[in-house]
């Protein structure tokens, strides 16, 4: 097996039990959500007959999610909720490359998405290409998760010399004979999942100051709200990812805990693209 199990628990790799339907049902639910998000947009692109960089990146973040929900696929029914002891070493090693390939699709697809956000807002918020707070505010955060999404993919790609330390359970045994790992990723993970969770937090709040501020009446204002608040979905995603991203990492069990990090990973992206594409409702309705 690939560790040894609780004191009193026999290893079974023939049947090792676990959950596949799960991964499968929430990564069809969130395919699903992107999908619908993606027509919404697409629909407003008809309507209005022009075309942004945004709708570029949030294209190109579809690209990445699909890949990133294809490799929940791969592991769903072989692994999911499947403690670590009752899989074999080579099914361990098989899970983390794909595990290391989807924190990659993971943070690219954030990355984009979260810039795509920002710069729609800041077409609809900052009127005639004023130099306002807002416009000041969302620039600095686009750049800001731009430096941290990159730093943290070159992080990933190259925290292990030679890389395939990263996955291969013979050479992470073998310690410093197996190679070097000069960078210590479960540090990195768990203090990138509160700056990301900041992050959300801050884009969600950001489009509130403005609308409460605008001279039309209260029943407006709440509606515009609303449109806006949906990364309220995000926000709660990324804050239950981080419980599941201390119990992968601290808990001895981690293709277990790890199967439900992947799906709050995979339904943060999701609400990401519903922030984007949620807004457009109101002019695709109106061109009907």
Same mark, same amino acid.
């Given at each position: +097996?690939? =560790?040894? +199990? !609780?004191?009193?628990? =026999? !290893?079974?790799? $023939?049947? +090792? @039990?676990?959950?596949?339907?799960?991964?499968? @049902?929430? %990564?069809?639910?969130?395919?699903?959500?992107?999908?619908? %998000? /993606?027509l919404l947009?697409? %629909?407003?692109?008809?309507?209005?007959?022009?075309?942004?960089?945004?709708?570029?990146? /949030?294209?190109? $973040?579809?690209? *990445?999610? $699909?890949?990133?929900?294809?490799?929940?696929? *791969? =592991?769903g029914g072989e692994v999911y909720h499947v403690h670590t002891w009752n899989v074999s070493l080579r099914t361990l090693s098989d899970? &983390?490359?794909?595990?290391?390939? =989807?924190?990659?699709?993971?943070?690219?697809?954030?990355?984009?998405?979260?810039?795509?956000? &920002?710069?729609?807002?800041?077409?609809? /918020?900052?009127p005639m290409k004023q130099r306002n707070a807002f416009f000041w505010v969302s620039h600095a955060l686009i750049w800001s998760n731009v430096l941290f999404y990159g730093i943290g993919t070159i992080t990933e790609i190259w925290q292990c010399k030679p890389r395939e330390k990263i996955?291969? !359970?013979?050479?992470?045994?073998?310690?410093?004979?197996?190679?070097?790992? +000069?960078?210590?990723?479960?540090?990195?993970?768990?203090?990138s999942g509160f700056i990301n969770l900041l992050s959300d937090i801050i884009i969600l709040m950001l489009p509130q100051k403005v609308i409460w501020g605008l001279n039309v009446t209260r029943k407006q204002k709440i509606g515009m709200s609303?449109?806006?608040?949906?990364?309220? /979905?995000?926000?709660a995603a990324a804050t239950v990812r981080i419980y599941y991203l201390f119990k992968t990492y601290d808990a001895n069990d981690m293709i277990?805990?790890?199967?439900? *990090?992947?799906?709050?990973m995979a339904a943060e992206i999701a609400a990401g693209f519903l922030i984007m594409g949620f807004p457009s409702l109101p002019k695709v309705f109106n061109a009907l």
């Amino acid at each position: +097996p690939a =560790m040894e +199990p !609780p004191s009193g628990i =026999m !290893p079974d790799l $023939a049947n +090792p @039990g676990g959950n596949g339907g799960i991964a499968i @049902g929430v %990564a069809t639910l969130c395919a699903v959500i992107a999908g619908l %998000a /993606f027509l919404l947009r697409l %629909a407003s692109r008809v309507v209005t007959k022009r075309v942004y960089i945004e709708d570029a990146l /949030f294209i190109s $973040a579809l690209g *990445l999610y $699909a890949g990133f929900l294809y490799e929940i696929l *791969l =592991m769903g029914g072989e692994v999911y909720h499947v403690h670590t002891w009752n899989v074999s070493l080579r099914t361990l090693s098989d899970v &983390l490359y794909k595990s290391h390939i =989807m924190s990659l699709l993971y943070g690219l697809s954030i990355m984009l998405i979260k810039v795509a956000i &920002l710069l729609s807002w800041i077409r609809i /918020f900052v009127p005639m290409k004023q130099r306002n707070a807002f416009f000041w505010v969302s620039h600095a955060l686009i750049w800001s998760n731009v430096l941290f999404y990159g730093i943290g993919t070159i992080t990933e790609i190259w925290q292990c010399k030679p890389r395939e330390k990263i996955w291969n !359970p013979f050479l992470i045994a073998a310690g410093e004979a197996g190679g070097h790992c +000069p960078i210590d990723i479960t540090k990195h993970a768990k203090a990138s999942g509160f700056i990301n969770l900041l992050s959300d937090i801050i884009i969600l709040m950001l489009p509130q100051k403005v609308i409460w501020g605008l001279n039309v009446t209260r029943k407006q204002k709440i509606g515009m709200s609303l449109l806006f608040v949906v990364g309220i /979905f995000a926000t709660a995603a990324a804050t239950v990812r981080i419980y599941y991203l201390f119990k992968t990492y601290d808990a001895n069990d981690m293709i277990y805990y790890g199967s439900d *990090l992947v799906l709050w990973m995979a339904a943060e992206i999701a609400a990401g693209f519903l922030i984007m594409g949620f807004p457009s409702l109101p002019k695709v309705f109106n061109a009907l």
